[in-house]
């Protein structure tokens, strides 16, 4: 087991260095218009495929990291450059996650290079889970998986929404419902393949913040797939949903569910995405109050600008330990008894957004205007307040964790 420690290695200050030098002079210049134009930025992704930032290699690299930091690191650095570039560079790994913790060793090796593509021909890949009437309440959910067992087949229908990636993916890992009876512990994930026919984009969103990330719905109209889509095979899927069956006769202990168990292993990088957006916002008021003078002294002069940047940067350093604390445990195999994750997504999600406001404020009127990118990192934090699991559901995962009741 790794020990734990405040100071990053050598090896880890050296890549986070290289990613923040790809923040500062790849994804900063472009942020503004990609922003604008609504539109996925290919060049850029191509250029961190190029360096080996977008690349299985890479992220494998990172969440192999025996002291857990090497996800949230990459993500704070990434998302400190720009939340929407960033997200549509990192929103194939939410994918990919989702087959990592449900999926089987041939499954992994077969599917999550396909979801990346390479440096001359870039791909990505999109989980598709909330739904238009199933967002936080995944026992809602309505897309129905049946198996055809004389052609060894499932057939998918149903509606996806706010799915990053969503249509123009290469690979869609989709959760659906196989057993309606069983509610949330009744799903279970699949893999759609390229062009797989009855697989079509809805509708795009036109969105608040971290507009240059694809975000749609996706129509799955009697979508077969193979028998071997089903992420960790037929198999185990029936001996889950029997222990399940049987475990809701006799009132007994909760059974995860595929989209749960994706989100709980993401939820501290989201953490990490939302310190990154954080801490921008900080440095440019920082140095903003620093430069701008009003009655003959800079601005940070005045007690009531500095005491604010000094709890930013009190609550943007107390979000990174939490978020440290959580990947830590995660990777050394430490539960979560008092939904840690959680914790560190809810207290990071909210100091980003009300960290970005500050420093709004501090900037008054040029915080207000599209000539400042305090703007929009204000706009772009409070998409953490809300996706993979809102405040409100986070608050509830820790009050229902710490209480011992089951999580739905």
């Not at 923040?20 to 990609?34: K, M, N, S, T």
């Not at 089987?104 to 593509?117: F, L, N, R, V």
Request: one cysteine or more.
């Amino acid at each position: 087991m790794a020990e734990f420690t405040m100071e990053l290695n050598d090896e880890q200050k050296e890549v986070r260095d290289w990613l923040h030098g790809f923040a500062a002079d790849v994804i900063r210049p472009a942020a503004a218009e990609w922003d604008e134009r609504e539109e996925t930025p290919w060049p850029v992704i191509q250029e961190a495929a190029k360096v080996g930032i977008y690349s299985l290699d890479f992220y494998a690299q990172q969440y192999f990291d025996p002291t857990g930091l090497g996800i949230p690191m990459a993500m704070e650095e990434l998302f400190w450059g720009d939340a929407g570039i960033a997200l549509s560079i990192v929103g194939t790994g939410l994918a990919a996650v989702g087959v990592l913790a449900n999926g089987t060793d041939e499954q992994i090796g077969t599917w999550i290079p396909q979801m990346y593509g390479d440096a001359n021909d870039v791909k990505v890949a999109a989980f598709c889970s909330s739904e238009p009437d199933a967002g936080s309440d995944v026992a809602s959910m309505r897309t129905r998986a049946v198996y055809d067992e004389a052609k060894d087949e499932w057939v998918l229908n149903g509606t996806k929404t706010w799915a990053t990636n969503g249509g123009i993916a290469n690979v869609h890992v989709v959760v659906a419902v196989v057993d309606p009876e069983l509610g949330s512990k009744g799903h279970a994930s699949f893999i759609v393949p390229p062009n797989t026919p009855g697989l079509s984009q809805g509708q795009k969103f036109k969105k608040h913040g971290i507009r240059a990330s694809h975000t749609a719905e996706v129509v799955l109209d009697d979508v077969r797939v193979p028998g071997s889509c089903l992420l960790g095979g037929k198999e185990k899927l029936d001996e889950r949903l029997a222990r399940a069956r049987e475990r809701a006769r006799s009132g007994g202990e909760r059974v995860k569910n595929a989209a749960m168990a994706t989100f709980e292993a993401s939820r501290p990088a989201v953490g990490a995405m939302a310190v990154g957006t954080a801490r921008a916002a900080y440095e440019e008021a920082l140095e903003y109050a620093r430069t701008r003078v009003q009655f003959g002294r800079p601005i940070i002069d005045n007690q009531g600008v500095a005491f604010q940047l000094a709890d930013m940067r009190t609550s943007i350093d107390a979000a990174r330990l939490l978020v440290w604390r959580a990947s830590w445990m995660a990777v050394n195999g430490k539960p979560f008894t008092a939904a840690e994750g959680s914790m560190s997504k809810l207290f990071a999600s909210e100091t980003a957004k009300k960290v970005t406001a500050q420093a709004v404020q501090i900037l008054g009127g040029n915080g207000f205007t599209r000539e400042y990118p305090v703007e929009r990192m204000h706009r772009d934090a409070a998409i953490y307040t809300i996706f993979e699991g809102t405040s409100e559901i986070q608050r509830l995962v820790i009050a229902r964790t710490l209480a011992g009741m089951p999580i739905r």
